[in-house]
């Protein structure tokens, strides 16, 4: 007997064993008869079927159609409802951004951040709160207060594929209803031997004029005869944004209406008396009006830094021995200069009043008093949002018998973002008496006419620089931020056993063990009076501070160009910084009041009241037969899962509130004291997933399961914080309770795919879903919290009754031999819920959402054209009483490319975003006179270059 060959194989099913200890799993991402849902490193050695893996290997098409025609098979060969996104090679994703070759995708909508980037994903029309997201079958640490995953946190060059699971099977990780969402990494032995490729961008926005930048490259190589391979990869990318943005920060004003019982009002200024009789008459009854907006423009510098590396072992046919890692840094800066207005209505504030359909749509305000006129602010608003995330991860796979494959995993992913005390929002009030004429019209920002006693406008005399630091008055500041970490670590043991009788093929089997601890600390000056230090009767003029605080008047390219509105388009900037530091500098000096100022009183400090921790422990068991026959596929499996809940807070009775002036109270707290809840729930999660061929060309798939979604992370925590009383808005807020149950889902799915041609299909699906405790907002008014002589509204996060969401899925892909191809999709949703019997919208749920593309790939060349577009949807109910909801309007997204191949190792790009610039737009039950939101991001154009060796 040769010792050498014992020994070998001993020593590999030693180092295989070892892994096999509790993490999360390869068996968490595989369905039942395909690899299509597991990261590369996890699939079985013996394949799902010999006609995935034969068709697979006869792709030999490259670019957009052979990423699009590797989905397809990964589509074709899921064990459930499935679509994919595929590299165009290696390192080179569809899409700048993830989250935008997601969009591509039937059922799938995102939401964007500064700069147009996608960065939330929703699918099926359930909102990102619905949707997992995993990296090789993997929990991603995330870096806000839930669950969802913001994509762009993480650079698409180091994706390799990304698949959208609709269905569910027993040995997926659960916690989704809308959809799972695994991103995979790629192998070194996807192409055996030495590969790499070196990718040179450069970008500009036409609408901001700002310019940037990416290096990309990605290598990999196998040695010893193919045993071992190696990937590495790097991103490094710095680019520059605008986004013009207008909105609400104080919200609408409406009148208590008699007719609606459940609306008391919002009107702290007073209720809107057209009349002036000091009464609520009929015509007064839930009259809406402006209660504050604000217009400018987001400037970012946005920094991205990635690296990945995997090394794969295969020492023989029966193991696999994966080592990997991923670690990002995004650095984002935002800076935001915008113009803010407070007109809410006061007694002997307005005159000149006109109404159209129960709107106030203008109003002259003239009143002497300084507190009853218009007083335009400049406020500068940053967000320091740096962001660190990685994920590590060790896992193998040990082939023990001809029949029984064992696999393990074990991972850490963290995410973690510092920004405690750094951002700001700063406010510096004009202090000059004027006359101003506020009127409504179609669009995103009102009509501002402001003209001051000495003969100024404000319009003409910003565009000019007649303003400066004495025009001015230090009114607000506050400091604050998050302190963000999240930890999950999890690995799992499984296995999957032929059986290959009593019509079961393979057995497959694990269990799971999940931690997470996630902690948020607030760091803030709200709570302790500092961000209010600076107003009303102690407000510094600004040019005492000296230093020129406001250092100039600039004019922004393009700026709201899409809005027709007649407001001031410059902006007189101040730099926080240096602002900060001239406030210190005026340490000691006196203030109106006579008490010396004290720089150090308004300083940011932990907020006890929204800050949290949370920790989950989850252990999940599951069992899953995988059965076929002759024209037939299936699976049948349940899920176990239990959790434990531990959550953190703490809470401050307010002992009294003082009036310090028209809208600026101050409120005096308790020392705060700690609030621990524990809880913990059990599911059961069937499911069962069947298909039938028709013809090799036809097939049927159905699918039926119960899922479930957990709450978001800051929903367990019972936080609250009253922060609305500095400005005469009496609101508790809370954040959440650990008692809160996870929604769940009994669902099914129905799907007739027609692969009728060399990687093109069509297919319809309908699918159903009948959630239950849905997590919705209760709003509770006149309510006594305790307080003497305050009556409250409060604000809970609460399990709702049900919700039902049915819909209907089209898709078509086709690919001619002219080297012409198209891809369409259609989803329609029908959702509604019930919350105490009363039916309501169910929140973040698109209508329906639709796309087309158009592509010609021959030769040297590789064009293409997408528009994707999202109707309008809920994403806030009853914010101004029954029926008056807060919706995203509809959006289409328009992109385009051209690249040329001049030989096998040089290529050029050309790619153009938002084709048709179009802005994102929010509005109460889609009256453009009641807008809530408006975000411009303007076109951009892309720049590459890509070297291969």
Same mark, same amino acid.
């Given at each position: 007997?040769?010792?050498?060959?014992?020994?070998?194989?001993?020593?590999?099913?030693?180092?295989?064993?070892?892994?096999?200890?509790?993490?999360?799993?390869?068996?968490?991402?595989?369905?039942?008869?395909?690899?299509?849902?597991?990261?590369?490193?996890?699939?079985?050695?013996?394949?799902?079927?010999?006609?995935? &893996?034969?068709?697979?290997?006869?792709?030999?098409?490259?670019?957009?159609?052979?990423?699009?025609?590797?989905?397809?098979?990964?589509?074709?060969?899921? &064990?459930?409802?499935?679509?994919?996104? @595929?590299?165009?090679?290696?390192?080179?994703?569809?899409?700048?951004?993830?989250?935008?070759?997601?969009?591509?995708?039937?059922?799938?909508?995102?939401?964007?951040?500064?700069?147009?980037?996608?960065?939330?994903?929703?699918?099926?029309?359930?909102?990102?709160?619905?949707?997992?997201?995993?990296?090789?079958?993997?929990?991603?640490?995330?870096?806000?207060?839930?669950?969802?995953?913001?994509?762009?946190?993480?650079?698409?060059?180091?994706?390799?594929?990304?698949?959208?699971?609709?269905?569910?099977?027993?040995?997926?990780?659960?916690?989704?209803?809308?959809?799972? =969402?695994?991103? $995979?990494?790629?192998?070194?032995?996807?192409?055996?031997?030495?590969?790499?490729?070196?990718? !040179?961008?450069?970008?500009?926005?036409?609408?901001?004029?700002?310019?940037?930048?990416?290096?990309?490259?990605?290598?990999?190589?196998?040695?010893?005869?193919?045993?071992?391979?190696?990937?590495?990869?790097?991103?490094?990318?710095?680019?520059?944004?605008?986004?013009?943005?207008?909105?609400?920060?104080?919200?609408?004003?409406?009148?208590?209406?008699?007719?609606?019982?459940?609306?008391?009002?919002?009107?702290?200024?007073?209720?809107?008396?057209?009349?002036?009789?000091?009464?609520?008459?009929?015509?007064?009854?839930?009259?809406?009006?402006?209660?504050?907006?604000?217009?400018?423009?987001?400037?970012?510098?946005?920094?991205?830094?990635?690296?990945?590396?995997?090394?794969?072992?295969?020492?023989?046919? $029966?193991?696999?021995?994966?080592?990997?890692?991923?670690?990002?840094?995004?650095?984002?800066?935002?800076?935001?200069?915008?113009?803010?207005?407070?007109?809410?209505?006061?007694?002997?504030?307005?005159?000149?009043?006109?109404?159209?359909?129960?709107?106030?749509?203008?109003?002259?305000?003239?009143?002497?008093?300084?507190? !009853?006129?218009?007083?335009?602010?400049?406020?500068? #608003?940053?967000?320091?949002?740096?962001?660190?995330?990685?994920?590590?991860?060790?896992?193998?796979?040990?082939?023990?018998?001809?029949?029984?494959?064992?696999?393990?995993?074990?991972?850490?992913?963290?995410?973690?973002?510092?920004?405690?005390?750094?951002?700001?929002?700063?406010? !510096?009030?004009?202090? +000059?008496?004027?006359?101003?004429?506020?009127?409504?019209?179609?669009?995103?920002?009102?009509?501002?006419?402001?003209?001051?006693?000495?003969?100024?406008?404000?319009?003409?005399?910003?565009?000019?620089?007649?303003?400066?630091?004495?025009?001015?008055?230090?009114?607000? %500041?506050?400091?604050?931020?998050?302190?963000?970490?999240?930890?999950?670590?999890?690995?799992?043991?499984?296995?999957?056993?032929?059986?290959?009788?009593?019509?079961?093929?393979?057995?497959?089997?694990?269990?799971?063990?999940?931690?997470?601890?996630?902690?948020?600390?607030?760091?803030?000056?709200?709570?302790?009076?500092?961000?209010?230090?600076?107003?009303?009767?102690?407000?510094?003029?600004?040019?005492?501070?000296?230093?020129?605080?406001? @250092?100039? @008047?600039?004019?922004?390219?393009?700026?709201?160009?899409?809005?027709?509105?007649?407001?001031?388009? @410059?902006?007189?900037?101040?730099?926080?910084?240096?602002?900060?530091?001239?406030?210190?500098?005026?340490?000691?000096?006196?203030?109106?009041?006579?008490?010396?100022?004290?720089?150090?009183?308004?300083?940011?400090? /932990?907020?006890?009241?929204?800050?949290?921790?949370?920790?989950?422990?989850?252990?999940?068991?599951?069992?899953?037969?995988? %059965?076929?026959?002759? $024209? /037939?596929?299936?699976?049948?499996?349940?899920?176990?899962?239990?959790?434990?809940?531990?959550? #953190?807070?703490?809470?401050?009775?307010?002992?009294?509130?003082?009036?310090?002036?028209?809208?600026?109270?101050?409120?005096?707290?308790?020392?705060?004291?700690?609030?621990?809840?524990?809880?913990?729930?059990?599911?059961?999660?069937?499911?069962?997933?069947?298909?039938?061929?028709?013809?090799?060309?036809?097939?049927?798939?159905?699918?039926?399961?119960?899922?479930?979604?957990?709450?978001?992370?800051?929903?367990?925590?019972?936080?609250?914080?009253?922060?609305?009383?500095? /400005?005469?808005?009496?609101?508790?807020?809370?954040?959440?309770?650990?008692?809160?149950?996870?929604?769940?889902?009994? #669902?099914?799915?129905?799907?007739?795919?027609?692969?009728?041609?060399?990687?093109?299909?069509?297919? %319809?699906?309908?699918?159903?879903?009948?959630?239950?405790?849905?997590?919705?907002?209760?709003?509770?008014?006149? +309510?006594? =919290?305790?307080?003497?002589?305050?009556?409250?509204?409060?604000?809970?996060?609460?399990?709702?009754?049900?919700?039902?969401?049915?819909?209907?899925?089209?898709?078509?892909?086709?690919?001619?031999?002219?080297?012409?191809?198209?891809?369409?999709?259609?989803? $329609?949703?029908?959702?509604?819920? /019930?919350?105490?019997?009363?039916?309501?919208?169910?929140?973040?749920?698109?209508?329906?959402?639709?796309?087309?593309?158009?592509?010609?790939?021959?030769? *040297?060349?590789?064009?293409?054209?997408?528009?994707?577009?999202?109707?309008?949807?809920?994403?806030?109910?009853?914010?101004?009483?029954?029926?008056?909801?807060?919706? &995203?309007?509809?959006?289409?997204?328009?992109?385009?490319?051209?690249?040329? *191949?001049?030989?096998?190792?040089?290529?050029?790009?050309?790619?153009?975003?938002?084709?048709?610039? *179009?802005?994102?737009?929010?509005?109460?039950?889609?009256?453009?006179?009641?807008?809530?939101?408006?975000?411009?991001?303007?076109?951009?154009?892309?720049?590459?270059?890509? !070297?291969?060796?």
């Amino acid at each position: 007997m040769n010792a050498a060959p014992f020994h070998r194989n001993t020593l590999s099913c030693a180092v295989a064993l070892a892994l096999l200890i509790p993490a999360t799993a390869f068996s968490q991402t595989a369905p039942a008869s395909a690899a299509t849902t597991q990261s590369p490193q996890a699939v079985p050695v013996e394949q799902a079927t010999p006609r995935a &893996a034969t068709e697979l290997a006869t792709v030999v098409v490259t670019g957009e159609r052979g990423s699009m025609a590797r989905s397809t098979e990964l589509k074709r060969d899921a &064990a459930t409802v499935q679509d994919s996104i @595929s590299a165009l090679e290696l390192g080179m994703f569809p899409d700048d951004n993830v989250a935008d070759s997601l969009s591509h995708i039937t059922g799938v909508a995102i939401s964007r951040t500064a700069g147009g980037e996608g960065q939330k994903v929703s699918v099926r029309g359930l909102g990102p709160e619905f949707t997992l997201t995993t990296f090789n079958g993997r929990i991603l640490a995330t870096d806000g207060a839930g669950r969802d995953f913001a994509f762009d946190v993480l650079p698409a060059d180091v994706i390799n594929g990304a698949d959208v699971i609709k269905g569910a099977q027993a040995s997926l990780t659960e916690g989704a209803i809308g959809g799972l =969402i695994n991103l $995979r990494s790629a192998s070194p032995f996807d192409q055996p031997g030495q590969h790499g490729i070196v990718r !040179l961008e450069g970008d500009r926005n036409q609408m901001s004029e700002l310019n940037g930048h990416k290096f990309s490259a990605a290598y990999s190589n196998t040695f010893a005869n193919d045993t071992v391979g190696v990937l590495l990869g790097v991103v490094k990318a710095k680019r520059r944004d605008r986004t013009d943005v207008a909105g609400n920060d104080g919200g609408w004003t409406r009148n208590p209406d008699p007719n609606d019982p459940d609306w008391y009002g919002n009107a702290w200024g007073g209720n809107i008396d057209l009349n002036g009789n000091g009464e609520l008459d009929p015509e007064d009854y839930g009259l809406i009006a402006p209660g504050q907006f604000r217009v400018g423009s987001i400037l970012e510098d946005k920094k991205r830094t990635a690296y990945s590396g995997k090394i794969e072992w295969r020492p023989s046919d $029966r193991v696999r021995i994966v080592v990997d890692g991923l670690k990002t840094r995004l650095d984002s800066p935002q800076v935001s200069y915008q113009q803010s207005y407070y007109p809410l209505f006061a007694p002997g504030r307005w005159s000149d009043i006109t109404v159209q359909n129960g709107i106030v749509t203008g109003f002259t305000m003239d009143n002497p008093d300084p507190e !009853l006129r218009l007083n335009p602010e400049l406020l500068n #608003q940053t967000q320091y949002r740096v962001v660190d995330t990685a994920l590590y991860g060790i896992n193998g796979e040990w082939k023990a018998t001809d029949d029984l494959t064992l696999t393990g995993d074990l991972y850490r992913s963290t995410s973690e973002r510092r920004s405690g005390g750094q951002d700001t929002y700063v406010v !510096l009030r004009m202090n +000059q008496p004027n006359t101003a004429r506020i009127t409504l019209g179609p669009y995103a920002v009102p009509n501002v006419d402001v003209k001051f006693d000495d003969g100024r406008d404000l319009v003409s005399g910003l565009a000019s620089g007649q303003f400066s630091d004495s025009d001015f008055n230090t009114h607000y %500041m506050e400091l604050s931020g998050d302190n963000i970490r999240d930890e999950i670590t999890g690995g799992t043991v499984a296995g999957k056993l032929f059986v290959g009788k009593w019509g079961v093929d393979n057995l497959r089997f694990g269990v799971t063990r999940t931690e997470r601890e996630k902690s948020r600390d607030l760091v803030n000056n709200t709570l302790n009076g500092g961000a209010d230090y600076y107003s009303e009767d102690n407000a510094i003029n600004v040019a005492d501070l000296g230093g020129n605080v406001i @250092s100039h @008047s600039f004019h922004l390219p393009h700026f709201m160009s899409g809005v027709g509105s007649s407001f001031p388009r @410059s902006f007189l900037a101040f730099d926080v910084p240096n602002y900060l530091a001239r406030l210190q500098a005026y340490n000691g000096n006196l203030r109106p009041d006579g008490t010396p100022y004290d720089y150090a009183l308004a300083g940011p400090q /932990w907020n006890p009241l929204q800050s949290y921790r949370v920790s989950e422990k989850t252990n999940a068991f599951y069992v899953q037969a995988d %059965m076929s026959g002759d $024209r /037939w596929e299936g699976d049948v499996g349940v899920r176990l899962v239990q959790t434990d809940t531990r959550a #953190q807070a703490w809470d401050a009775k307010i002992l009294s509130i003082t009036e310090n002036g028209a809208f600026n109270y101050t409120a005096e707290y308790a020392a705060p004291t700690p609030v621990v809840q524990d809880a913990s729930y059990s599911y059961l999660l069937p499911s069962a997933n069947f298909t039938w061929h028709f013809t090799d060309q036809l097939q049927l798939r159905a699918g039926a399961a119960k899922t479930m979604a957990r709450p978001a992370v800051d929903q367990l925590a019972p936080t609250n914080t009253t922060e609305s009383v500095a /400005w005469g808005e009496f609101t508790q807020v809370y954040g959440g309770n650990a008692d809160l149950k996870p929604y769940s889902a009994a #669902q099914g799915d129905l799907s007739l795919e027609w692969y009728f041609a060399q990687h093109s299909v069509a297919s %319809m699906a309908v699918f159903y879903k009948r959630i239950t405790n849905q997590i919705t907002t209760s709003w509770e008014t006149g +309510q006594d =919290i305790g307080v003497p002589g305050y009556l409250f509204n409060v604000m809970r996060p609460i399990n709702g009754d049900h919700a039902r969401v049915k819909g209907l899925e089209l898709s078509l892909q086709h690919f001619w031999d002219n080297g012409f191809g198209v891809r369409a999709q259609y989803t $329609r949703n029908l959702s509604t819920s /019930w919350v105490d019997g009363e039916q309501r919208p169910l929140e973040g749920i698109a209508p329906a959402t639709y796309s087309l593309g158009v592509m010609y790939e021959k030769g *040297k060349w590789s064009l293409g054209a997408n528009a994707d577009r999202t109707n309008g949807f809920v994403t806030a109910i009853n914010v101004l009483g029954t029926g008056y909801n807060e919706q &995203a309007d509809a959006i289409t997204w328009v992109t385009a490319h051209v690249s040329y *191949k001049f030989n096998d190792m040089i290529s050029v790009s050309l790619d153009g975003q938002n084709l048709l610039d *179009k802005a994102q737009t929010y509005s109460i039950n889609g009256n453009p006179l009641l807008s809530q939101g408006y975000y411009r991001y303007g076109r951009s154009v892309n720049l590459g270059v890509a !070297l291969r060796f």
